[in-house]
């Protein structure tokens, strides 16, 4: 596609619930990376996929958290046993190189995340 | 460890020269960058510095680099209304994974 996709744009979910975030690159982008920001902070980084594989996830706040890659492209950010601190607006980037300083990465308009 | 921090909040009049300034903790950061963040809308980079220059100038903008301060500055020339956003300055990390360490952002607002 032209830019990279997120879905839903918007989720309202209940405490102790499982959501799923997903994030559609842009075609042939090899790299992909979630990071979630919270009301009045920058995005902080949460997990970077070149290709299918999971080449860092240091990020992730804890074992609530997954995200695959299963074809290299389309990527989904799991959540389970959503918790109120979960509340934020998680974005996606891509690029077509592993970081590709010079050109940073596209990133998506992100899923605001309500936990209530 | 790595940590940017930048001033929350910047007013300016219209036509008027705005300056955000940023520092960064990370002297191993080969590139530093400045995003904007419009309401409801994703990151859009605006440029980017390498550092080894010290400058860099495209159009309004210019980007000032001092890395023995670890200072970064983004100047915009003869602001726009439509300038109003969010701005984030971020280094990226040495390592091979590439990701980007933000600022908390500085909110621009541009007065007519």
């Known amino acids: 596609g032209a830019g990279v996709s997120q879905t839903p744009s918007n989720k309202v979910t209940e405490k102790g619930k499982y959501v799923e975030l997903r994030c559609d690159p842009i075609?042939?982008?090899?790299?992909l990376y979630w990071y979630r920001q919270s009301l009045g902070q920058g995005p902080e980084f949460l997990i970077y996929?070149?290709?299918?594989?999971?080449?860092?996830d240091s990020g992730l706040p804890n074992d609530r958290f997954f995200a695959v890659r299963p074809e290299g492209s389309v990527s989904t950010l799991k959540i389970q046993r959503t918790e109120r601190g979960d509340s934020a607006v998680y974005l996606c980037?891509?690029?077509?190189?592993?970081?590709?300083?010079?050109?940073?990465?596209?990133f998506g308009s992100g899923t605001r995340l309500t936990v209530v | 460890g790595e940590d940017v921090e930048q001033s929350l909040f910047l007013s300016v009049r219209e036509g008027d020269s705005s300056v955000i300034n940023c520092t960064y903790t990370?002297?191993?950061?080969?590139?530093l960058y400045w995003y904007k963040q419009e309401p409801g809308a994703g990151l859009q980079l605006l440029t980017y510095?390498?550092?080894?220059?010290d400058m860099k100038q495209d159009q309004r903008l210019t980007v000032l680099l001092n890395k023995k301060d670890k200072h970064l500055s983004l100047r915009i020339a003869d602001t726009q209304t439509g300038d109003s956003a969010i701005y984030f300055c971020?280094?990226?990390?040495?390592?091979?994974?590439?990701?980007?360490?933000f600022g908390s952002g500085t909110r621009l607002l541009v007065r007519p």
């Open positions: 971020a280094e990226i990390t040495p390592d091979s994974s590439y990701k980007l360490i």
């Open positions: 996929f070149q290709g299918t594989g999971a080449a860092d």
């Open positions: 980037a891509s690029s077509s190189r592993g970081g590709a300083p010079g050109d940073g990465y596209t």
């Open positions: 075609s042939g982008h090899t790299a």
């Open positions: 510095i390498f550092s080894n220059m």
């Open positions: 990370d002297s191993s950061s080969t590139y």
